[in-house]
C-alpha cells in the first residue's frame, strides 16, 4: 500500500510540475494530439477543444491501477474514454504515470500552439518529449499534432515559409537501430522530413532543420506536424521539435532556395574530401 501511494505522490508530483509550466488559463485552440504505439497498437486520441480523450489499450502488461495523466487530469489506463478540463488553454500535456503507454514508460509530452498566430509567426511547439523503450526489441512511438484556427501571418493566397526544427538531447541506443523523424504541413503541404539516427546523435548532430515554400489555400489555416521515433530495446530519447510559419521579407523565400544549391555543393566537398 506504502508503494502504491509512493507511486501517485510522484504523479501528481509530475502533473504539478506541468501546470506550473502552463500558467494561467488561456483561450482554446483546435487542438489535438494522437499518440500510436505501433508494436502494441496502443493508441490515445486527445481533444483539446471538447476535452475528451480516447484510449484504446494494446498488447502489453499494464495493470488496471496504474495511472496516466492529461492536462492535470488523472485517469486509469482501465478506462477507454472520458473527458477533462483542458484548463491550460492552447496546451496539452500527458504523462503515461504510474504505467506505460504500450511499451513506451516515462513519457512525458507538452504540446503547445500560438493559434491564432502573430503578425510574426503560427507555431506548434513540440517540446518536452522524453520517453524509454521497456521492450526487449526496436519498437516506434508516432506523436500526430493538428492545431487549426490560424489567421496570422498572413492572408489567404500568401506565399509563406514553412518551417520545421527537430532539435535532440538524447538518443540513447544499445545498438544504431534508433532514430527520430519530424515533418511539418500547412493545410496538408509539407515540409522535407527532418531526420537524426542515433549514429548521427552520437557523433555530435544534435539537430535538423527542413523547409518548404507554401501558399495559404484558406483562412483560417492548419498547422499539423508527425514525430516518429523508433528506439531499440532500452533505448531512451528527449528532444523538441517545432513548426513555424513565417510570412518573409520580401526576397527571403528566393535567397533560401538559392543557397540550396551551395549548401549541397558544401556537402559533396565534405564528403569529398573525408
Known amino acids: 500500500m506504502a508503494v502504491g501511494l509512493s507511486r501517485r505522490v510522484a504523479l501528481l508530483a509530475i502533473l504539478a510540475g506541468g501546470i506550473a509550466l502552463g500558467g494561467g488559463p488561456r483561450a482554446h485552440a483546435d487542438f489535438t494530439l494522437t499518440l500510436t504505439d505501433s508494436a502494441t497498437g496502443t493508441s490515445l486520441f486527445i481533444d483539446?477543444?471538447?476535452?475528451?480523450?480516447?484510449?484504446?489499450?494494446?498488447?502489453?502488461?499494464?495493470?488496471?491501477?496504474?495511472m496516466f495523466a492529461i492536462d492535470g487530469n488523472i485517469f486509469s489506463y482501465?478506462?477507454?474514454?472520458?473527458s477533462f478540463s483542458p484548463s491550460l488553454g492552447n496546451l496539452i500535456t500527458f504523462s503515461s504515470g504510474t504505467g506505460r503507454f504500450g511499451n513506451f514508460a516515462n513519457a512525458q509530452i507538452q504540446i503547445t500552439s500560438n493559434a491564432p498566430g502573430t503578425v510574426q509567426s503560427g507555431k506548434v511547439f513540440d517540446t518536452n518529449i522524453s520517453t524509454r523503450n521497456t521492450s526487449g526489441a526496436a519498437d516506434t512511438l508516432t506523436a500526430a499534432v493538428t492545431s487549426t484556427g490560424f489567421t496570422l501571418p498572413g492572408s489567404l493566397g500568401s506565399q509563406m515559409l514553412l518551417r520545421n526544427v527537430l532539435s535532440l538531447s538524447d538518443l540513447s541506443q544499445p545498438s544504431d537501430v534508433g532514430y527520430t523523424q519530424f515533418t511539418s504541413a500547412l493545410n496538408g503541404q509539407a515540409t522535407p522530413t527532418a531526420q537524426v539516427t542515433a549514429s548521427q546523435f552520437s557523433s555530435g548532430?544534435?539537430?535538423?532543420?527542413?523547409?518548404?515554400?507554401?501558399?495559404?489555400t484558406s483562412s483560417p489555416y492548419t498547422l499539423t506536424n508527425s514525430l516518429v521515433l523508433n528506439l531499440g530495446a532500452n533505448g531512451t530519447a528527449n528532444f523538441t521539435g517545432t513548426t513555424t510559419a513565417l510570412l518573409p521579407e520580401p526576397g527571403t523565400i528566393a535567397m533560401t532556395l538559392a543557397a540550396l544549391p551551395v549548401m549541397g555543393f558544401s556537402f559533396w566537398r565534405r564528403r569529398a574530401k573525408a
Not at 48 to 66: I, K, L, P, Q
Not at 205 to 216: K, S
Open 78 to 82: 482501465s478506462s477507454t474514454s472520458g
Open 205 to 216: 548532430t544534435l539537430g535538423a532543420l527542413t523547409t518548404a515554400t507554401v501558399v495559404q
Open 48 to 66: 483539446n477543444t471538447t476535452g475528451t480523450y480516447t484510449y484504446t489499450a494494446g498488447t502489453g502488461d499494464v495493470s488496471s491501477s496504474d
